[in-house]
């Protein structure tokens, strides 16, 4: 990171990453075209997770190629009269792999509790409906770095 003195501490960069809203999953084709997609996601265990289709761009992209790059914006300011903005980011490195049985199931579960928690029952009775069609995708986090315009507020 070129601008050290904007840099999150560690706590804070998880503090966002598992407050964000969403995040930009970035991959790479068999060709090496980049992609990137906004997604819904869950961080557990020191993991994030995100649930999909079972076939798509994204899983080509990460049969090809299972390093992943993952991005959360949280607060933004722009200060036109300064030509600059006030933000938060961290970005993650990692390896995606598909997850089964009980790690999957909790993986959607944090999604609900993330996303839905006054519905979880609800919830529930729609990951089962939804079960044979959905897959879960694991990023096992290999390095993240938060940085910052302002302080971050929790």
Do not use: W
Request: glycine share 8%; proline share 4%; with cysteine.
């Amino acid at each position: 990171m070129r601008r050290k003195d904007r840099a999150l501490q560690n706590e804070d960069a998880v503090y966002l990453l598992q407050n964000g809203e969403y995040g930009v999953l970035s991959t790479v084709d068999a060709k090496g075209q980049p992609y990137g997609v906004p997604l819904n996601y869950v961080l557990r265990n020191d993991s994030l997770y995100f649930h999909c289709a079972m076939e798509g761009h994204k899983l080509d992209n990460l049969l090809a190629n299972s390093r992943v790059s993952f991005c959360v914006v949280g607060r933004t300011n722009v200060l036109p009269a300064k030509f600059s903005t006030e933000f938060e980011s961290v970005i993650v490195t990692g390896k995606a792999s598909v997850v089964q049985g009980d790690e999957r199931y909790q993986a959607l579960v944090g999604l609900l509790e993330k996303y839905s928690p006054e519905f979880l029952e609800d919830g529930l009775a729609y990951i089962e409906k939804l079960d044979s069609i959905t897959k879960v995708i694991k990023v096992d986090i290999y390095s993240m770095a938060g940085k910052a315009k302002y302080p971050p507020k929790r």
